[in-house]
Structure formats: structure tokens, C-alpha cells
DNA sequence: GAAGCCCACATTTTT
DNA sequence: TGTGGGCTTC
């Protein structure tokens, strides 16, 4: 029975085997980690741990997918579908939809992406009439973000001094206003973004005991794989669950984490043994993937970083090819090599299209390998860019389902009302938002009672809004007897989609209409696989839950398989190629010129080049080039400092010659028992201390750039300058002649 | 509401 | 360079 277990290694067979307690499985790359994951859920359903019990969360529905289907092939499929098995979205929305009445939402409550929210968000701005140059939504939209991960809500932020100094600071005073009307909005729309998803959880169980008590009881182990891409809040969730019982098992490599601009913080796995104080930690440290080069030449890279829990990662593989580091004269030389490497390297060890990938730092950059493998006849894919539910045409016919499943959806409505075009304009729209912001109901309400709320429209367009309500509240009184595939059929039908799209017989008409198609094939799949699970009913709300928590990922297609694939170092984390090319190894570039001189950014950087290396097999290929077009202009380049960190011995010929970079003095690892409060680590500086009586590590207040930390000082008397980390504008250099900088006092 | 023009802008993005 | 958004114009 547990045959299995012979197919693991001495350490992944510990990993597993501990069910105790708490336990941190630091698995580094390559090393097997879903394997673990897999089969220590076989063995916990093993020793009689009912299905129903087990939580595991994961980052991708690819992933659980994954890891399902390989669970299924130990306990059997039956036993898989009742594991609470998903992406941390995707299970705190089941919960959230269970428990919705305690937060005061509807079970059928829909989900704004990231472009609902910027649309709500703009739209708030525009009636605030603010300046859009100053309250630029992206970046409201970014901030919000950023204090839903940090658990604060409306009332927390107007309460944060912190926040409210910085608001200032950047000219937006009125951010904290923008927040509370964004939440309403969200809650009178009955939706929810996807950090409330995490958010009303964590909410949920914080102030319901009885709640918590109950999923504490129910989910009697916790699993979670990537554990160094939680955020604050995912973090604070595992903790509300698995405080009492502790029988949490979080997998994950500190050295790729590379999500901290998304709210991930490595903290969380640093810490992990602060927080769960009888965790046993499993290290698997043998690499399964990739030639012993290429580990060696990752270790040699990453040893420059300082926070990071000590391990030694090895190969016993062959030793492999060293890595070559390829000197291009212009991006479009490097183009030319890269798909000439290819050609060449399948000719002659017979590789698969499929077994190259070329990754970058940029998506910008893939255009000029797109041409210079078309030139010779290459065929590529390349991931990124629009995401099938993110086009206009799925959209569309999602807002239709949006609203049909949740009237209240102001996005939703929005986006329809007037597509296919049906006389119903900005005006009248705007007309209806500001009389549902005034009696606090959503659009939907008042556009089904205009008259009720006193909305000033003429008669012919009060009927033409009367025809839109009337046709979806027609199919909202179908909704509940047809299912989900029929009433999407419905609704392309009513709404007029077939004369405003299949017309159009252009190629990009064309796919257009198969797109849609794709989606109502997708629906009746989808109805097709509940009813033989067993389902009788399937609404279109369940069609809705899920795909609202897809992406592009998830839509993986077979025709496309050998192929090179091209693609962002960020989106090849998790997978693995026989070869290849990581491009554009050059400063300003990778690391990338966004992030500043501070350490902690330029470690996450480097994390990145690590996870690049280490996706390779057999082969690993550095280029950069000397000169790139960008932004409209030839650049200059110079090689990137990170072709420095690897040791000489990995690669093939000479290191090109990089500059000193202020950089870490000598690496040492990162306790983690010990573990302090993840700090950022100190820059090396020339001199400690000049006349200025400033020295490293003082916090600074400025005019201008409002607090920060010295990072380093240089020269003297009136050429003194400080290198100063400012809390919220990065690292800047000043002159201290000029710039005056008060010292403040914790 | 489509087309055309001008201006600003230029990372990474698991959900 | 090239794209996307906002604006005007028909």
C-alpha cells in the first residue's frame, strides 16, 4: 500500500512522514517539492485523515490541478474531489460564499479583476473630481492593494498616521476618501475584489470565534505550497487556522522568491519557526533537474545574498556544459544569435523545439526574438500579454453572466448597458450612478425604478433602459431553470451578440466569434463534468466562480507543443527546459533600472536570475548585448553585475567586465531559529561617519522625500553626500551642503 | 460611435 | 519606437 514511499528520496520520505506538527519543507529547486506535497497528502488520507479534513492551498490553479491528478493516481479520483484542494482565491471564496450573510454579502456575490477595480477606481476619481495626474488609479488601485494585504480597511487607514503622512507627502490627500467609497461601492455591488477574497476571510475569522472554531476542527491538516509567495494576510490566515492544532506543512524556497512587488513577503517563511515554535524543518537539497554545472553555478550566484536559510543544493547529475556567457553588439545581434543557437543545437543533439526557452527580464524584449525566429523558420510561443478572459469579447459575454448572477454588479452593468449599442450613453449612465451613490443602491436598482429615484431622463430613453432591464430580468427568471450552458446560449441570443459580431468577417472578427465559442464550449464542459460528479443543477453562478479566478495559465492548449517558448523570468518560475537562454544580462536592465541601489531589491533581483538559471536542465546561456534600442533611442549597455556573482569556474571563457556595485561585503546565511525582524541589510559604505554627524543607519526626516534610512555617506566637508533610503521614495542621493537632512531620534 | 490626432509613457503580475 | 488613452470632429 504504501509502495509509494519507496519512490522518494531519504529526506522527502521524512517530509512526508512527519504529521505531527508543524513542519517548513525548504525545498530548492528542482528538488522535488510537488512530489513531496503529493504524496504527503496520499499518506495523510493514508492514515485516516477523511479528505474532507485536509486544506492545501496553492498560488496557480495549475498547480492544484497538477497535484490533484497526481493525488488521484495514488487514492483514486473519488477521493481527490472532496480534499479542500485550491488556490488560496478559489477555497476562501468557497468559505466566503458559505459564510456570506456573517459579512453582510450574498452567496452570489461576483468578482472584479484588476481592471473592474481600476475602472471603479477611476471612476471615483472622476466624480471627486480630482486631478488624474495626481490620484493616477493605477497607483490608488496599487495602494489599496497594498493595505488590504496589511489588513487595514477604510477605517483602519483614516486612523493610520503613517498612511495619512505619506498621502500628504504625495499630494493625495484625500486617498482615504477614494478607499472608503471604493469599499462601499464594492459592498453595495455586492462584489468583491480579489484581495477582499483574502481579506473578508481573514475578517471572518476574526471576528466570528465560532466560525473559526469550526474550520479549525474541520481542516485537521494544512498544506501550503510556495509558502515564500504569501502575502500578510494569506500568512495571517494559515496562522488563524493552524495556531491551536499546529499541523501545518508549508513548502517553499526562500531563494526564489521573487513576488515581493505583489505584496509577498519572505518574511513569512523566514519566520515560520517564530511563529509555529515547534516546526521541524526538512531541507531537500538534492537537485533532480538540472546538471551539476548549472546548480553550482546557481549556488555560486545566490551565496550573494544575505537573508536567505542556509542549504546546500546538489546535483547527481552529470556535470554538464559550462555556461556561456554570449557578447552581443545590438539587441538585434543578440536576436540573430539566440535563434541561430537554436537551429544549431537542434541540429545537432536532435533537441525539440519544445526543449529551448528563451527568458527575459521585460515582455518589451520579446519582440525582437519573435523576428529573428521567424526569420529561420522557428516556431515560438510566447506566454504573456492579453489573457483569454481579460479580451473584450469574453468580458463582454462574462458581464452579461456577471449581471444576470448578480444584478448589483456595477462594473458588470456598466460595461453592457450599452453593448451592443442600444442608445443608453455615458450621460444616462452617469445620471444613474450618482442617483445610486446618493441613496447608497446599486445601478441596478435604479435603472430598473427610474422613476422611483427621480432619474432625470427623457422618455425615449427612460424606454430604451426599460427594454435593457426587461430582457435581463427576463433571463434572470430563466436563470434558475435552465442550466448554465443553456442560459449562456440565451444570452448570446438576446443580446443581439450574433448581428454585432458574427457580421464581421474580418480575421480579427473571425476570432472574435471563436472565441466566444471556445467559451461556451468551455461552459459545456463545465455543466458536462459537474452532472456526472453528480451535480443535478448547475447555475451559471458556479461557471462564474470559476473562471472569475482564472488566468491564461490555466488555458494551456496542445497544438501549440513544440515550440520554443518565450516568455518573463516571473512566468517561468515552477518550470523546467533542456535549454536556456536567459537574455539581456545587462545593468538597467536585469536587475532591472526600476529597482533602486536598495539591497533588499537588488537580492529579489538576483532571486530572479537564480530562478532563471535554475529552470534549465542541461543547458543554461547568458547573452547581453552592448547596445539596445529602447524607449525610442539606442542605449549604450553595460553587462549586468549579476554575470559577475557566478563563480569563473562554471562558465565558459572569461567574465565580461562588470563595475563594483556597493554590495554586500561578505555573504553569511540567515540564521532562521533566530531570526530577527527581516530588516533590510545595511549597504557597505565608504566612511561610517563625515562632519555632517550623520552615520550609516540613522533615520533621516526631508523636506521633500519625508523619512528615510542613511544608506551610506561619502566625501567630505561641502562635498559630503548620503545616500539616503527614503521610506516611500527609494533610494536618492544627496548633497548635505544642500539637502538638509534632520536626524530624527527613534 | 468611428476615426483621427496629440500627448504621455515606457517592470515583473500566481488571483 | 509604439502604444494606449483622451480628446475633438464628423
Sequence with gaps: MSEYLNQLSESQRQAVEYIDGASLVVAGAGSGKTRVLTYKIAYLLEHGIAP????????????????????????????????????????????????????GYSSDFTIYDAQ???????????????????????????????????????????????????????????????????????????????????LYTYILFNKHQDIVERYRNMFRFILVDEYQDTNHVQHEIVRQLAAEHQRVCVVGDDAQS???????NIGNILNFQKIFPETRLFKLEQNYRSTQTIVN?????????????????????????????????????????????????????????????????????????????????????????????????????????RLITNPKDEEALKRIINYPTRGIGDTTVAKIAAAANLHHVSLWQVASNPIAYNLNINSGTAKKLAAFCGMIQSLIDTAHTQDAYELGIAIIKETDFKTELYEDKTPEGLSRVQNIEELLNSLQAFVLARREEGDPNILLGDFLAEISLMTDADTDDAEN????????????????????FVVGMEEDLFPSE???????????????????????????????????????????????????????????????KTERYGEPVAPHTFKILSAPNVSPAKAVSTSSE?????????????HRFGVGEVLSLSGADENAKAEVMFDHFGVKNML?????????TP
Excluded at 133 to 150: D, E, M, R
Excluded at 567 to 576: D, N, P, V, W
Aim: aromatic share 10%; glycine share 4%.
Design 52 to 103: 474532507y479534513s485536509i486544506l492545501a492551498l496553492t498560488f496557480t490553479n495549475k498547480a492544484a490541478r497538477e497535484m490533484k491528478s497526481r493525488i488521484a493516481q495514488i487514492v483514486g479520483e473519488s477521493e481527490v474531489r472532496r480534499l479542500w484542494m485550491g488556490t488560496f482565491h478559489s477555497i476562501f471564496s468557497r468559505i466566503l460564499r458559505r459564510e456570506s450573510e456573517t459579512i
Design 116 to 198: 473592474d477595480s481600476k475602472n471603479l477606481i477611476k471612476t471615483i476619481i472622476k466624480e471627486k473630481a480630482l486631478d488624474e495626474k495626481l490620484y493616477k488609479p493605477a497607483q490608488i488601485q496599487a495602494q489599496i492593494s497594498k493595505v488590504k494585504n496589511a489588513l487595514i480597511t477604510p477605517e483602519l487607514y483614516v486612523q493610520d498616521r503613517e498612511l495619512s503622512e505619506y498621502d500628504q507627502l504625495m499630494n493625495r490627500p484625500r486617498t482615504a476618501e477614494i478607499y472608503a467609497n471604493y469599499w462601499e461601492r464594492c459592498k453595495t455591488a455586492g462584489v468583491m475584489d480579489f484581495d477582499d477574497l483574502l
Design 258 to 264: 521573487i513576488y515581493s512587488f505583489r505584496g509577498a
Design 297 to 401: 553555478a546557481a549556488n555560486s550566484l545566490i551565496k550573494k545574498n544575505l537573508k536567505q536559510i542556509p542549504k546546500t543544493i546538489y546535483s547527481k547529475k552529470s556535470v554538464g556544459e559550462k555556461i556561456p556567457i554570449i557578447t552581443a553588439y545590438s539587441d538585434f545581434e543578440e536576436g540573430y544569435i539566440v535563434a541561430s543557437r537554436i537551429a544549431e543545437m537542434r541540429m545537432l543533439n536532435n533537441y525539440a523545439y519544445s526543449d529551448f526557452a528563451i527568458l527575459y527580464r521585460t515582455n518589451a524584449q520579446s519582440r525582437i526574438f519573435e523576428e529573428s525566429l521567424r526569420k529561420i523558420n522557428i516556431p515560438y510561443r510566447i506566454y504573456g500579454g492579453l489573457s483569454f478572459y481579460q479580451r473584450k469579447e469574453i468580458k463582454d459575454i462574462v458581464s452579461y453572466m
Design 561 to 580: 507543443a513544440n515550440r520554443v517558448t518565450m516568455m518573463t523570468i516571473h512566468s517561468a518560475k515552477g518550470l523546467e527546459f533542456k535549454n536556456v
Design 594 to 656: 526600476y529597482m533602486s541601489m536598495h539591497p533588499a531589491e537588488i537580492e529579489e533581483e538576483r532571486r530572479l536570475f537564480y530562478v532563471a538559471i535554475t529552470r534549465a536542465e542541461e543547458n543554461a546561456i547568458l547573452t547581453y548585448s552592448k547596445s539596445r534600442f529602447r524607449n525610442g533611442q539606442t542605449q549604450t549597455c553595460r553587462p549586468s553585475r549579476f554575470l559577475a556573482d557566478i563563480d569563473e569556474s562554471f562558465l565558459k571563457g572569461a567574465k565580461p
Design 690 to 702: 563625515t562632519s555632517s554627524g550623520l552615520s550609516v543607519g540613522d533615520r533621516v526626516r526631508h
Design 736 to 744: 548635505l551642503h544642500y539637502a538638509k537632512l534632520e536626524p530624527i
